[in-house]
């Protein structure tokens, strides 16, 4: 088993920054990929960001490119979500994930692994 706990949301005002972590800890050797989710309300959860475990290649929802940067710091096993030039609409429930395969990182049913999600607010 994975274990995921996030931090760092909050409430922010357009235009502003905040930064999202996820440390993971139990298994991780068997991660194969990271990714950021989230879930605003009445919507359906969608892909933000991802990057494999073992660093390299990242991956980037459009509505995000240029504004998210996602990184991964080895020695403590966390993936940490930079945001900037927030808009009102990156409101939502922001969830980490694991999966353990290679695939398409967008779709989150293929996630074997999530956090407990942590509030973001944009205020314009």
């Known amino acids: 088993q994975v274990q995921l706990v996030e931090s760092g949301g909050g409430l922010v005002q357009a235009g502003g920054s905040l930064r999202l972590s996820c440390a993971a800890s139990?298994?991780?050797?068997?991660?194969?990929?990271m990714g950021w989710f989230r879930q605003a309300p009445g919507k359906e959860r969608e892909f933000v960001s991802a990057v494999w475990w073992t660093g390299g290649n990242r991956y980037y929802a459009d509505s995000v490119k240029g504004r998210f940067t996602i990184s991964r710091d080895y020695a403590t096993n966390t993936v940490t979500l930079q945001m900037n030039s927030l808009k009102p609409e990156d409101t939502a429930v922001y969830y980490c994930a694991a999966r353990r395969t290679r695939g398409d990182v967008s779709i989150s049913s293929e996630y074997d692994y999530w956090g407990q999600g942590t509030q973001v607010t944009v205020s314009s």
């Open positions: 139990g298994r991780t050797f068997s991660i194969y990929t």
